[in-house]
């Protein structure tokens, strides 16, 4: 356990200096873009006068140049504190909080149905290769893997919103109603089965081609053959000996797709309007607000390392050969 | 015009659907108690105080919770809502407001002039755009007692201008929540005390706010709801289906897209109008920039104005919810309007003969007229201004003018034309407040400092029109200001430095249920105290 914990300690101190490089590059690269917060805060109340936005820009800071808001940024980030929203008004630590549950859960959830149901497609699709269980599997990833997102979003909102009333358009639960316990949680399910569905898809696909891929070129092997000749049941041979050799593929694409599914769901959060990180990230990049952004990046970043180390963990689960230690 | 047409369509089939439901007439009539009114909304803005931020976005929530002086009849004339009467000198140097007794605030404090001393020292004049420029030369509010404000200039101020700027510019907030705190950052600006039928429940960021029905509100028996639910949802698709499924009843400002309006209003459960949005009358213009050398010359200005078939861009473009701009002030404005025809009609052949006056030739059939192409920034402010945007290049493509399209959001859109004037075309919209002097006299005055969005950024001088401005601006007389704004029309529309080419209000899409509404020149601006669901 405390392997574990040196383990995981020395990961995140690795991370350290790409994060500075993220958030400074960030920073710096923000610059660039044209106008700043208070440009999005005029554009949005639809006008106003050169006084009112001057003083605005003193209240958020703005008038010092700009490597004294950098400077002013990197002293406060270490002592963790991640400043201040200028278009929520609150601490940026407060809102990555209420808005990270909704991603966390939703992410988890997509993550978990695209890799699940991808592995068993893919199975089926490998132990019957060239058959017709094979063509309609590998057809239907196809055309899973050509469906953009948001389209898909949009269509079943048209069929299970609008048409049949089965469920709620939109939002992460029902407005204005009290409700608690387990009522809570199958509103909360309600609302999230078709943005689940809409990103997990692609990834489906992408977990179907995999795994079928990998299992087939594990079955090629010969300690496979051995199993077989050993007059091991075909099941067995398959659940000890093919399946746990190629998860690892699989396992390896789940930690890098983090990142990935982070960009994917700014998309299926708007559609869904879902009040969630990604779109938080993309409100934030249009109203230019800087502080929001970089805490953004940070805890995402801190999230792809946290679900990379997980990774590894179970790399030396599935594989005794590679030690935890050894990474 | 096609609107009307549709109208009246929509007007009678949703009548045959009223009387072919027993039991329907008598709820039509009779306003009914209680529900739950779910509007939806395409995006949240930073706070919900319209004493420190003055904007559609901010009223259609916050202005149910805090209540403004004054706001507009179903005449378009101002009515008393805090005040109860007003009364100006002859001077123009001071304007007294009695004020309504025994009005408390949400947190039970009784309602004085010390609130409306504070909001319009401290706010209106300090904080609010376009109350900076507005209160400039409000000099103090007197409070002789606790029903009586006084306000006191130190140049004229015409009661007119200020009565029918008043209900944007004029939302009391409680002094004593925010008395000797920092105005911007206190906690009551997203979780607003008023004086108005609603109190604030509940707001989560980028999901709803949800408004209570407030049992002591001053008009007895008001309001009939019990309740606002206001949903963000800034998928335009998305909110369709919301209102298509009946989640929500109410998308008010054009908030949905322009083909899904179109598609609902052929829906017998839909009302679509522009009807209740003539207060916020806009124009989407075309801005050139007179430091470009070719759009100095005014013979140039007017050719690009003749290319436009603006009739073929309301019809097909904005699905006929528009008619053809006559000038800086819209024909919505009766205070102000006089009527005239649409100037530059379309007429390529003319515009082709200026352009040849000008000196501008084509150096052959199909080349182009002007060395380089006009960089237009396209004004990211929904369909409206980014489809003209489209229409102009094509439109000018016909005359041998070639126009190169620069698209940027918000930020990059407003520090480029308004900072760095790297344009030299663009499409705006212009929102009109009522009172010419508000917020679009600014577009043709000189002065403005660089950078000021929404002002005179392109160059545009002449001293004949900053005279005419200021002269109306501290006129007092109603009838004199009316008529030195017709010069200020007829000077803009000549020299055009910009182009109104099309007039609009918002487009409201609502549910049938939805009663008592969209009956004043900015009900969705108002108060709704006494909006109604039908069963």
């Not at chain 1, 639960?173 to 409700?179: C, F």
Request: aromatic share 10%; charged share 20%; glycine share 8%.
């Amino acid at each position: 356990m405390r392997r574990l914990a040196a383990l995981a300690l020395r990961r995140l101190l690795q991370a350290i200096p790409t994060l500075a490089i993220i958030l400074v590059g960030l920073f710096l690269l923000l610059q660039l873009a044209p106008g700043d917060t208070v440009d999005a805060l005029m554009a949005q109340m639809g006008g106003g006068d050169a006084e009112a936005a001057s003083r605005l820009r003193e209240f958020y800071g703005l008038d010092a140049p700009v490597l004294v808001q950098l400077g002013r940024y990197l002293l406060r980030l270490v002592q963790f504190d991640l400043g201040f929203s200028s278009i929520y008004g609150k601490p940026v630590a407060t809102v990555i909080g209420e808005r990270l549950i909704v991603t966390a859960l939703f992410m988890t959830t997509a993550l978990c149905f695209a890799f699940s149901a991808g592995l068993v497609l893919g199975v089926l699709a490998a132990r019957r290769v060239n058959g017709w269980p094979d063509t309609l599997i590998s057809t239907l990833g196809l055309v899973f893997y050509a469906i953009p997102s948001f389209w898909l979003g949009l269509m079943m909102i048209v069929l299970f919103s609008v048409k049949l009333a089965w469920l709620p358009p939109g939002g992460f639960g029902t407005v204005g109603e009290d409700i608690a316990g387990i009522a809570l949680v199958f509103d909360i399910a309600k609302h999230l089965v078709m943005p689940v569905v809409s990103l997990a898809l692609i990834f489906l696909a992408i977990y179907l081609r995999l795994m079928r891929a990998s299992m087939l070129e594990v079955m090629s092997l010969d300690f496979v053959r051995t199993a077989r000749a050993k007059g091991l049941a075909e099941g067995k041979v398959l659940r000890r000996h093919v399946l746990r050799n190629a998860l690892l593929p699989m396992v390896t694409f789940v930690g890098l797709q983090t990142s990935t599914m982070l960009g994917g769901s700014v998309v299926v959060e708007s559609v869904f309007s879902l009040p969630g990180l990604g779109r938080l990230a993309y409100e934030s990049v249009a109203q230019r607000d800087l502080n929001m952004l970089l805490g953004i990046v940070l805890v995402s970043a801190i999230m792809v390392v946290v679900v990379n180390f997980i990774v590894d963990l179970l790399y030396a689960k599935l594989d005794p050969r590679i030690g935890a230690g050894a990474t | 015009m096609d609107l009307t047409r549709r109208q009246a369509l929509l007007g009678a089939s949703g009548t045959t659907l009223i009387g072919a439901t027993p039991g329907f007439a008598q709820g039509q009539d009779q306003p009914r108690r209680g529900g739950t009114l779910t509007v939806q909304l395409t995006s949240e803005q930073r706070v919900l105080n319209p004493a420190i931020q003055a904007s559609t976005g901010v009223y259609v929530m916050a202005s149910k919770i805090v209540e403004p002086l004054v706001d507009l009849d179903a005449n378009g004339e101002p009515v008393g809502l805090l005040a109860t009467s007003w009364e100006g000198t002859p001077d123009g140097l001071t304007v007294t407001f009695r004020l309504r007794q025994g009005v408390t605030w949400h947190d039970g404090r009784p309602f004085t002039s010390r609130d409306v001393r504070f909001s319009a020292m401290e706010c209106w004049k300090k904080i609010l755009n376009y109350g900076t420029t507005l209160y400039q030369f409000l000099e103090e509010v007197g409070t002789p007692d606790d029903n009586t404000a006084v306000f006191r200039f130190s140049r004229p101020m015409p009661l007119g201008l200020l009565l029918r700027a008043l209900p944007d510019l004029g939302h009391v907030i409680p002094a004593h929540v925010y008395e000797g705190t920092d105005i911007r950052a206190n906690p009551a600006n997203t979780a607003p005390i008023g004086t108005g039928p609603f109190k604030f429940a509940q707001y989560e960021r980028g999901q709803f706010l949800i408004a209570e029905r407030n049992p002591n509100y001053w008009r007895s028996g008001f309001p009939y709801l019990d309740r606002i639910v206001w949903r963000f949802i800034s998928d335009r698709a998305a909110a369709t289906a919301a209102i298509e499924s009946g989640q929500v009843q109410f998308s008010p400002y054009s908030g949905l897209a322009l083909s899904d309006i179109s598609r609902l209003s052929r829906d017998p459960r839909f009302t679509v109008s522009t009807q209740g949005n003539e207060g916020n009358t806009a124009h989407t213009v075309m801005e050139m920039n007179l430091r470009r050398r070719e759009l100095s010359d005014v013979r140039v200005r007017r050719a690009l104005c003749h290319a436009l078939d603006l009739n073929f861009f309301v019809q097909d473009f904005l699905y006929g919810y528009a008619k053809l701009g006559t000038g800086p002030i819209p024909s919505s404005s009766p205070a102000f309007y006089v009527p005239r025809p649409a100037p530059y009609a379309f007429d390529r052949a003319r515009a082709e003969r200026l352009l040849d006056e000008a000196g501008f030739r084509r150096p052959s059939r199909t080349g182009d007229r002007f060395a380089q192409p006009l960089k237009l920034l396209p004004a990211p402010w929904g369909e409206y201004t980014v489809n003209f945007a489209t229409f102009i290049q094509q439109s000018l493509r016909e005359i041998g003018v070639r126009v190169e399209i620069d698209r940027r959001d918000a930020p990059g859109f407003l520090t480029g034309v308004y900072r760095d004037h790297a344009f030299d075309l663009t499409t705006g919209w212009h929102q009109y407040r009522n009172d010419p002097a508000v917020s679009t006299t600014v577009w043709f005055r000189t002065g403005s400092p660089v950078g000021a969005p929404w002002t005179n950024q392109y160059g545009y001088n002449n001293p004949e029109m900053d005279r005419v401005i200021d002269a109306a601006a501290t006129e007092l007389d109603a009838e004199r200001r009316k008529a030195i704004y017709q010069d200020f029309v007829r000077i803009a529309v000549e020299d055009v430095p910009l182009h109104c080419a099309v007039e609009h209000a918002f487009i409201s899409v609502y549910s049938n249920r939805l009663r008592s509404s969209h009956n004043t020149p900015r009900w969705a601006s108002s108060s709704w105290y006494d909006a109604w669901l039908a069963a």
